[in-house]
């Protein structure tokens, strides 16, 4: 059974860090595109970032260039989200995902979803 597990969501004040992790198991996970996604209240869900399948290449939206790297652990089976310098519009359920073929911005018909985990950043 595939799972996807994301951790380090919470409260943080404007201008702080947080570190997401999303643990990977069931599955070949240096074999797939692995993405970060965020859905804030009342919004779409939302492209954020995604790095290849040996970290050659990463993409970020342009809200978050500059601010937030992706990284992976193939040896853990772990994706990473470090974000810096979090503004109030970063809150929203971060969602890690996995494709076996590409990257996919649009989120449709991705291989494998966590259930999210929760960033509130207060202004």
């Known amino acids: 059974q595939v799972q996807l597990v994301e951790n380090g969501g919470g409260l943080v004040q404007a201008g702080g860090s947080l570190r997401l992790s999303c643990a990977a198991s069931?599955?070949?996970?240096?074999?797939?595109?692995m993405h970060w996604f965020r859905q804030a209240p009342g919004k779409e869900r939302e492209f954020v970032a995604a790095?290849?399948?040996?970290?050659?290449?990463?993409w970020y939206t342009d809200s978050v260039k500059g601010r937030f790297t992706i990284s992976r652990d193939n040896a853990k089976d772990t994706l990473y989200l470090q974000m810096n310098n979090l503004k109030p519009e970063d809150t929203a359920v971060y969602y890690c995902?996995?494709?076996?073929?590409?990257?996919?911005?649009?989120?449709?018909?991705?291989?494998?979803w966590g259930k999210g985990t929760l960033v509130i950043v207060s202004s």
């Open positions: 995902a996995a494709d076996r073929d590409q990257v996919v911005r649009s989120g449709n018909a991705m291989d494998y």
């Open positions: 790095v290849n399948w040996i970290s050659s290449g990463t």
């Open positions: 069931g599955l070949p996970f240096g074999a797939f595109v």
